[in-house]
């Protein structure tokens, strides 16, 4: 296993630390004790301070340039961001395909045996919807990836509380919960999943490793953890 990890204590990266899954997700790989190191690819510093944790302040643009990054048994990639940050569609494109496929390829280089990506609903690269399609271009060049393993999961609504303010999200997040409490039962699988469902899913995947390329639904991705 790369870094003299085994099946009960592997090292991981995580890109995307500061978003909505990749905190919680971060959280739950500290946590774990079959990590023994986490490396956070970051462009800034998180602020965070533990024992496994590594952060190497990286430019994206020039990722693979990247010194003293460790080796990986497990790459987690929670990149994205929105038209309205980015400005561009170029500038999303850097973020949301290019970023994260630079990722994949340098994890490759030394050793990385599992990929695990968080896309979206309705990712198609022959979406009429430029962020479905996107998403559908990242997933078919990772799926083309000699990983031994590569887990994509496809949320849609995100539930949790983000730095940012996302009008549309924010709305869709009270009509969700109304929903919920109104009629007294969980919200449908399609409808929104939390963040932190989104990550445990990631982490539960990557311990069973199945081979090939897997993909998580929003109905998938609540089974994997049980819900």
């Not at 340098?106 to 609903?121: E, I, K, Q």
């Not at 559908?136 to 083309?144: D, F, M, S, T, V």
Request: hydrophobic share 40%; with cysteine; net charge positive.
């Amino acid at each position: 296993m790369p870094g003299g990890g085994s099946l009960m204590e592997k090292s991981a990266w995580i890109a995307g630390a500061s978003g909505l899954v990749g905190q919680e997700l971060l959280r739950l790989l500290l946590e774990d004790s079959r990590y023994s190191a986490v490396c956070a690819l970051v462009r800034r510093p998180l602020g965070i301070s533990h024992p496994k944790l590594q952060e190497i302040v990286c430019d994206w643009d020039r990722l693979k340039e990247t010194a003293d990054v460790p080796a990986a048994d497990d790459v987690f990639c929670c990149l994205g961001t929105t038209i309205k940050k980015a400005r561009t569609r170029e500038a999303m494109y850097k973020v949301d395909v290019d970023y994260p496929l630079a990722l994949a390829r340098l994890a490759l280089t030394m050793g990385a045996c599992h990929y695990l990506l968080v896309s979206a609903v309705g990712a198609n690269p022959r979406s009429r919807i430029p962020y479905s399609r996107m998403k559908g271009e990242l997933e078919e060049q990772i799926k083309r990836m000699p990983y031994e393993a590569a887990s994509i999961f496809r949320p849609s609504l995100l539930l949790g509380d983000r730095a940012e303010f996302r009008l549309g999200e924010r709305i869709a997040v009270k009509v969700s919960r109304a929903f919920s409490k109104l009629t007294r039962s969980p919200l449908p699988a399609s409808l929104a999943l939390e963040a932190r469902t989104v990550a445990s899913a990631m982490l539960e995947a990557a311990q069973r490793r199945n081979g090939g390329v897997n993909i998580y639904d929003p109905r998938g991705i609540k089974e994997i953890v049980k819900l």
